[in-house]
C-alpha cells in the first residue's frame, strides 16, 4: 500500500539518523480485546526494539504522541531493554512507571493520526510512527521483520516478542456513489473501489460481508430503507480485507425528526432483550435526513426495569480502537456547544415509554426529558441528560421513537464543560446500592462531610462556611427544589448522582447534584422512594420528612443546613423565586407542549410499530399536563403549610427608563419591565440594580418597604407586604480625551476598556468612579505621571492604577520616559556546534542584537550539539558572574557588550556518496537507500564498517566501485561491498549502458519433445515498444507476426490453431530498436523449420 506523509514529516525524517539502536518496532492503537496490561486493562502500547549488542536502559529517555512536543513522557526509572530484545510501553494516560511497566501520560489517537515518538535524554527524536492509517480491530502496525525498514499489519499483535506474519496492508474502503440518508424514492447505487484486483462484496441490514457473501457485479437496487454494507477482499494475499462501508438508505419514510440508525450482526439479539455488547455501525441523521457522523462501537443495555419493555434503551460507546471514528463529530444536542461524543444514551423514555410503561399504556414517553431539559431552561446549578427526540432503525428496521440523551456520568462530559478529566474526578452514585464511579476513596470523604454537617452546630458561621468551600449549598437546594415541585418519587434511594471535580485549575471543585432517571415524577409509573403524598397537593417540604432513603445523608444533611438562618432563606426563596418564573404555569406548559408538539408527528408510526393509539398516548399526555395545572394552583398553599412565610403578595418591579439596566431579585432576573408576580412575605431579599452601556444607578424607589440606603445599587430588606420597587438609572455623560505622550509608548485602559489607537475621545458617565491605568506597551517606556485639566486623580499623578469621577470634559494624557538600556551583540563561533539559551530564549541564528534593560541580571546558557566541546566564552564589555568555562553563566548589565561562545568540533571524517552518471543506479547503504546524490555522511567513529550495495537502472550494470583512501571487500567490481572507513573519501558506484544486441537462431525443430519447440528472439537493451516481427514462407504468405519481444512462433500458421507449417525454409523481417537511441534497425533472414 501507499503511505502518504506530510511534507513537514518527510523533512523531519530526513534529518535523522539512518540508524539508531532503538527503534519503535510494533504499535498498536486498536487494542479492544487483545493484550492486558498489569492493571487488566486493554490500553493503547508501543513497542521499543534493541537492534544493537548492549542493553539500553530507558531511564532519562521521553516518549510522546506528538513529534512538536517529544518529550511530553520522561521515564523516570530505570528500565532496561536488553539487546536484541523488546520492552513494551502502554500509552493509557496513567503517568507512571512501575517496575517493567511504563505508561505514559496520553493515550494514542488513531483516527486522530497521532505519533508514536521515542526520543533521547536530550529530547532528540530517535525514532517515531505516524498512525497515517488507521487498524482495524486488535490489529497492529509493525516492522515487517524485528528493526526492518518496512512496515505492515499485523493481524496477531506480538508485544514483547518477535513480529512474524504480517502484511502489507489493508485494501481501500469501497466508495457508494449516493450518500446515505433520506430520499423520496427507490435508488440505484453503484459500488467502486481505487483498487485493481479486488472483488467488491457486499450483505444487508447487519449481515456484515465476508469472504463468502455476494459479489457486486453491477448496479445495487434500493427500493424501501436498508442497511449497505460494502467491503473490497483483495486478490493479492498480502493485502488484508478493507474496512466496511455501511450506508442507511432511508426511502421515503419522511421523518422531521432526527434518525439513528444502528447496524450489525448481532444488534438485533440485543434488541431483543439478551443483555450482550455487541459491536456495530452507528449512524447519525439530522432531522433533514442527512447523514451527520457515523461511527464504529459497542453496544449495552439502558435500564432497569424498562429492560423488560419490547422497546428498550441502549447505550452506545464509539471505540478508536476500531479503527473509524473516535467520536461522533456532531453538536447534537440543541442546548449544548459540545462538537462531539463519545458514548451517548439512547433511550425510548424509560418508564415513561409508550405504550409499555405499566400500567399498560400510561406514559407519555416525554416526562424525564422534560424534567431535564425544564432544568437546563432554568439554568438550575446541576447536570442534566441534555436530550434530542429522535427515530431509530436498528438493521433497517423502525424501531420506533427514542431521545438520544447526553452521558453526565462520564469522564469526557466533565472534561470539557469543567476541566475535570480521568484522576480528577469523585462520582457517587446510589441505584439501591451506593458506589464509587472512578475513584475508590471518595465515599469516605462524603461520608466526612456528612458527619460534620448532622453532627456540628451549623448555626456557627465558621462551620456554615466550611461546608460552602466544599459542597455547592446551591446545588443541593436547586436538587431538592425541583424533586419536590415535579414530585418525583424514585430518587435519593435511586437514580441520585452527586460529584466534585479535584484538579484545582478546573472548575466545579465542590460536591454538586446530577440529574439521573425522573420518569417516575408528576404521579406516574411508582413510589420507590416512599414520600408522602404523589399527588398535586403534595407539601413542598415532604422530602424533609422521610429520613435518609438510601442511607447517603441527602436528607439529614438538608434538614441539618436547615437550621442555619441563611441556609433557610436562601432554600425557601429559591422555591418563591422558581415558582414566579422557571415553575410558573406559563412557563412549565408552554414548555410541555412544545415537547409534545415535536413527538405528534412521529407517534402515529410508533403506536404502528409497538402498539396502543394516538388517542390514549394523547390522554396520558393531557394527564400529566393537568398535573402541572393543577401543582401550580396547590403550590401557594403548600409553601404556607410548611415555611414561615406568608402571602404571597403581589410585587412590581420595574426599571426606568426601561432598558436602562436589570435587577436581581434574589435570583430572579428581571430584564423586562414592568415584571409582575406574587412573592412570599417574611423572606429577606437580596436586591441589586445593573446598569446596562453608559448608564448608572441613579436610587431606589418603593411604595410600602424602606430600604437602609436607596443610593446604593444593592439592598437587602425583608419583605412582607405588597409592593412596587423601581430602580432608577440615569446616563450623564462627559467627553473625554485619551492620549499619552510620546505618541505610541503606551495605552490608557479606561473604564475597563483599552485604548491603543491615542488620541481618542470617550464618553463617560458622571458623577461615579471609573478605573483608568496607564498600559506599558514597549518595555523600554515607563510611565511616568499623568497630566490633565479639570479633574484630580484619586490616589495621585505619579500613579499609574487610578479613579477619575468625571464631572466635566477633560483632556488626559499619560507620560511615559524612556528606560535606561543597552545593546548586547552574541554569536558562536561555530553554528554547527549548538545554540545558545538567553534569559529563557533559544538563539540558533547569529549574530544576534539584543535590547535590554539596564541593572538587571541575565542567563546565558551554551547547549553542544553531539560531537561538541565547549571551548568557552568570549566576553566584550561584560562581567561573567562564573568562570568563561562554564557552559551556564549570568551577568549584571550595566552597559553595551558581546559574547561570544566557542564550539570544538570532535575528531572526523566525510565520507561522500555518488553515482555515475547520475540517474543510472542507486547505492543501498546499511540496507537503506541513499535518497540523493551526491550524498555526505559526517562519522565520528574510528575505523566503522559500511554495507554498500549498487543497485543498478533497468539496462545498466554495475562497472566498478571507485574510492581514493578506502578499500572495497572483496574488491571494486563486486555489487556488494563492504568497506572498513577510515579516512575522508568519495565512494561512486559507476554503472554502464547494458550492451544492446539481438540473437536470431538459424533453425527450430516445434515437434512437441520440449526442446527447441518455440522459435524466439533474443536480446538485451531492446525497446519493446518499437519491436516487431514477421515470418513469412516461400510463397510471401505472412504465417506468424507479434509485436511481443516473449512471444514465440511454435510453428503454426497464423490464424489457424490446427495448421502446422511445412518443413522447411521460411523468411523474417525484425523490426529493432535500442532503448539508447530512436533509431530503428530492420532485418530479414531464414529460417529452418524441421521436424
Given at each position: 500500500m501507499n503511505i502518504r506523509l506530510p511534507?513537514?514529516?518527510?523533512?523531519?525524517?530526513?534529518?535523522?539518523?539512518?540508524?539508531?539502536?532503538?527503534?519503535?518496532?510494533?504499535?498498536?492503537?486498536?487494542?479492544?480485546?487483545?493484550?492486558?496490561?498489569?492493571?487488566?486493562?486493554?490500553?493503547?502500547?508501543?513497542?521499543?526494539?534493541?537492534?544493537?549488542?548492549?542493553?539500553?536502559?530507558?531511564?532519562?529517555?521521553?516518549?510522546?504522541?506528538?513529534?512538536?512536543?517529544?518529550?511530553?513522557?520522561?521515564?523516570?526509572?530505570?528500565?532496561?531493554?536488553?539487546?536484541?530484545?523488546?520492552?513494551?510501553?502502554?500509552?493509557?494516560?496513567?503517568?507512571?512507571?512501575?517496575?517493567?511497566?511504563?505508561?505514559?501520560?496520553f493515550k494514542i489517537n488513531q483516527k486522530n493520526q497521532e505519533y508514536a515518538v521515542l526520543a533521547d535524554p536530550a529530547g532528540t527524536i530517535i525514532d517515531v510512527f505516524w498512525m497515517e492509517n488507521p487498524n482495524q480491530t486488535n490489529h497492529s502496525w509493525g516492522r515487517l521483520t524485528d528493526g526492518g525498514a518496512t512496515w505492515g499489519v499485523f493481524t496477531n499483535p506480538s508485544p514483547g516478542a518477535a513480529n512474524a506474519g504480517g502484511f502489507n496492508g489493508y485494501a481501500a474502503t469501497p466508495t457508494i456513489d449516493i450518500a446515505s440518508g433520506a430520499h423520496g424514492g427507490p435508488i440505484s447505487i453503484t459500488v467502486s473501489s481505487p483498487d485493481a484486483g479486488v472483488t467488491l462484496r457486499y450483505g444487508t441490514n447487519g449481515n456484515e460481508p465476508t469472504g463468502a457473501s455476494p459479489e457486486v457485479m453491477g448496479p445495487i437496487d434500493v427500493n424501501a430503507t436498508e442497511v449497505i454494507h460494502v467491503r473490497a477482499f483483495s486478490d493479492d494475499p498480502m493485502i488484508l480485507p478493507s474496512f466496511i462501508e455501511t450506508n442507511t438508505y432511508l426511502i421515503a419514510e419522511g421523518h422531521v425528526l432526527p434518525v439513528i440508525s444502528i447496524s450489525g450482526p448481532q444488534i438485533e439479539t440485543l434488541m431483543n432483550g439478551?443483555?450482550?455488547?455487541?459491536?456495530?455501525?452507528?449512524?447519525?441523521?439530522?432531522?433533514?435526513?442527512?447523514?451527520?457522523?457515523?461511527?464504529?462501537?459497542?453496544?449495552?443495555?439502558?435500564?432497569?426495569?424498562?429492560?423488560?419493555?419490547?422497546?428498550?434503551?441502549?447505550?452506545?460507546?464509539?471505540?478508536d480502537q476500531m479503527g473509524y471514528n473516535d467520536e461522533i463529530h456532531h453538536p447534537i444536542f440543541r442546548t449544548k456547544d459540545r462538537p462531539s461524543y463519545q458514548r451517548l444514551i439512547i433511550k425510548a423514555a424509560a418508564n415513561d415509554n409508550y405504550p409499555f410503561s405499566p400500567p399498560a399504556g400510561a406514559g407519555a414517553h416525554v416526562i424525564d426529558a422534560y424534567i431535564h431539559s425544564l432544568s437546563q431552561i432554568g439554568d438550575l446549578r446541576m447536570d442534566e441528560r441534555s436530550h434530542e427526540p429522535c427515530v431509530m432503525y436498528v438493521n433497517g428496521q423502525y424501531w420506533g421513537l427514542y431521545e438520544v440523551r447526553e452521558k453526565v456520568d462520564d469522564l469526557d462530559f466533565t472534561d470539557y464543560y469543567y476541566d475535570q478529566g480521568e484522576g480528577e474526578v469523585d462520582f457517587i452514585k446510589t441505584w439501591g446500592g451506593t458506589w464509587n464511579e472512578y475513584d475508590s476513596g471518595t465515599c469516605y470523604e462524603w461520608d466526612d462531610l456528612v458527619d460534620f454537617i448532622t453532627t456540628q452546630d451549623m448555626t456557627d458561621p465558621a462551620n456554615y462556611d466550611y461546608v460552602k468551600s466544599v459542597y455547592n449549598t446551591g446545588s443541593l437546594?436547586?436538587?431538592?427544589?425541583?424533586?419536590?415541585?415535579?414530585?418525583?418519587?424514585?430518587?435519593?434511594?435511586?437514580?441520585?448522582?452527586?460529584?466534585?471535580?479535584?484538579?484545582?485549575?478546573?472548575?466545579?471543585?465542590?460536591?454538586?447534584?446530577?440529574?439521573?432517571?425522573n420518569d417516575a415524577s408528576f404521579g406516574e409509573y411508582i413510589n420507590f422512594t416512599g414520600i408522602p403524598d404523589t399527588s398535586p397537593d403534595a407539601d413542598p417540604c415532604n422530602p424533609e420528612q422521610i429520613g435518609d432513603p438510601g442511607g447517603q445523608g441527602h436528607v439529614p444533611v438538608l434538614n441539618a443546613l436547615l437550621g442555619n438562618e441563611e441556609f433557610y432563606n436562601d432554600y425557601v426563596s429559591r422555591f418563591a423565586d422558581l415558582s414566579q418564573t422557571l415553575f410558573s404555569c406559563d412557563v412549565m406548559l408552554s414548555h410541555w407542549d412544545s415537547l409534545i408538539t415535536m413527538l405528534e408527528p412521529e407517534m402515529p408510526r410508533q403506536v404502528n410499530r409497538w402498539g396502543g393509539t394516538v388517542a390514549e398516548w394523547q390522554s396520558n399526555a393531557d394527564a400529566v399536563r393537568s398535573f402541572i395545572v393543577d401543582r401550580c394552583a396547590a403550590f401557594n398553599d403548600g409553601m404556607l403549610d410548611c415555611y414561615d412565610v406568608e402571602g404571597p403578595y403581589p410585587l412590581m418591579i420595574q426599571i426606568m427608563p426601561p432598558g436602562a439596566g436589570y435587577v436581581e431579585f434574589n435570583s430572579i432576573d428581571v430584564t423586562d419591565s414592568p415584571w409582575e408576580g406574587e412573592y412570599f412575605g417574611n423572606l429577606d431579599v437580596e436586591m441589586e440594580a445593573n446598569p446596562y452601556g453608559i448608564n448608572v444607578f441613579s436610587h431606589w424607589e418603593t411604595n410600602n418597604h424602606v430600604l437602609s440606603d436607596y443610593l446604593v445599587d444593592t439592598a437587602f430588606f425583608t419583605f412582607n407586604q405588597p409592593d412596587t420597587i423601581t430602580a432608577w438609572f440615569v446616563n450623564e455623560t462627559s467627553d473625554i480625551v485619551l492620549d499619552v505622550e510620546p505618541a505610541g509608548t503606551g495605552s490608557i485602559k479606561f473604564n475597563n476598556t483599552l485604548y491603543s489607537t491615542l488620541p481618542t475621545t470617550v464618553t463617560a458617565p458622571e458623577s461615579v468612579p471609573l478605573p483608568m491605568i496607564a498600559v506599558e506597551e514597549d518595555m523600554f517606556w515607563g510611565f511616568d505621571h499623568w497630566e490633565l485639566e479639570n479633574h484630580t486623580l484619586d490616589p495621585g499623578l505619579l500613579e499609574d492604577t487610578v479613579s477619575i469621577e468625571v464631572d466635566t470634559t477633560d483632556y488626559i494624557t499619560a507620560v511615559f520616559v524612556e528606560k535606561e538600556n543597552y545593546i548586547i551583540e552574541i554569536t558562536v563561533d561555530n553554528p554547527e556546534g549548538g545554540y545558545i539559551i538567553f534569559n529563557g530564549q533559544i538563539y540558533t541564528d547569529f549574530p544576534v542584537t539584543i535590547q535590554l534593560l539596564a541593572n538587571e541580571t541575565y542567563d546565558i546558557e551554551a547547549i553542544l550539539n553531539e560531537?561538541?566541546?565547549?571551548?568557552?566564552?568570549?566576553?566584550?564589555?561584560?562581567?561573567?558572574?562564573?568562570?568563561?568555562?562554564?557552559?551556564t553563566n549570568s551577568f549584571f548589565l550595566d552597559g553595551t557588550g558581546s559574547i561570544v561562545a566557542h564550539f570544538i568540533e570532535d575528531e572526523n571524517y566525510e565520507i561522500t556518496y555518488d553515482v555515475h552518471p547520475i540517474g543510472t543506479g542507486e547505492i543501498i547503504l546499511d540496507g537503506q537507500v541513499i535518497p540523493y546524490y551526491p550524498f555526505t555522511e559526517k562519522y565520528y567513529e574510528p575505523d566503522l564498517e559500511r554495507l554498500l550495495e549498487a543497485r543498478p537502472s533497468e539496462y545498466f550494470d554495475l562497472d566498478e566501485w571507485t574510492m581514493n583512501h578506502n578499500i572495497p571487500t572483496p574488491d571494486e567490481d563486486s555489487d556488494q561491498i563492504t568497506v572498513q572507513l577510515t579516512a575522508n573519501d568519495t565512494i561512486t558506484a559507476h554503472f554502464v549502458r547494458e550492451f544492446y544486441g539481438y540473437y536470431l537462431p538459424n533453425a527450430f525443430t516445434p515437434n512437441g519433445d520440449g526442446f527447441n519447440d518455440i522459435y524466439y528472439v533474443q536480446g538485451h537493451a531492446i525497446d519493446v515498444q518499437f519491436y516487431s516481427f514477421e515470418i513469412y514462407d516461400r510463397q510471401g504468405q505472412l504465417v506468424f507476426e507479434t509485436k511481443d519481444i516473449e512471444q514465440g512462433w511454435n510453428g503454426q500458421s497464423t490464424g489457424d490453431s490446427e495448421y502446422y507449417a511445412q518443413d522447411g525454409v521460411y523468411v523474417y523481417r525484425l523490426t529493432v530498436q535500442s532503448v539508447f537511441d530512436n533509431k530503428q534497425e530492420e532485418v530479414f533472414g531464414e529460417i529452418l523449420l524441421t521436424r
Open positions: 511534507l513537514f514529516f518527510l523533512c523531519f525524517m530526513a534529518s535523522m539518523h539512518l540508524s539508531s539502536q532503538l527503534v519503535i518496532n510494533e504499535v498498536c492503537a486498536a487494542n479492544y480485546t487483545d493484550h492486558t496490561d498489569n492493571f487488566g486493562e486493554y490500553e493503547d502500547w508501543f513497542e521499543i526494539y534493541n537492534t544493537g549488542a548492549a542493553d539500553v536502559d530507558l531511564l532519562g529517555y521521553y516518549l510522546s504522541d506528538d513529534i512538536l512536543e517529544p518529550t511530553k513522557f520522561e521515564v523516570t526509572s530505570s528500565v532496561t531493554v536488553p539487546a536484541g530484545g523488546y520492552r513494551v510501553v502502554f500509552a493509557s494516560n496513567r503517568n507512571t512507571v512501575s517496575g517493567t511497566n511504563i505508561h505514559t501520560s439478551t443483555q450482550i455488547e455487541p459491536i456495530g455501525h452507528f449512524e447519525f441523521f439530522g432531522a433533514d435526513g442527512q447523514l451527520k457522523d457515523e461511527a464504529r462501537g459497542d453496544f449495552n443495555e439502558h435500564g432497569n426495569d424498562s429492560w423488560a419493555y419490547d422497546q428498550r434503551g441502549i447505550d452506545y460507546i464509539t471505540r437546594i436547586d436538587y431538592f427544589v425541583l424533586n419536590s415541585y415535579v414530585v418525583t418519587s424514585d430518587w435519593l434511594n435511586w437514580n441520585t448522582g452527586w460529584w466534585r471535580g479535584k484538579d484545582p485549575d478546573g472548575d466545579k471543585k465542590k460536591w454538586r447534584y446530577i440529574l439521573w432517571d560531537h561538541f566541546s565547549f571551548g568557552g566564552w568570549t566576553v566584550d564589555g561584560l562581567t561573567f558572574d562564573g568562570t568563561l568555562e562554564d557552559l
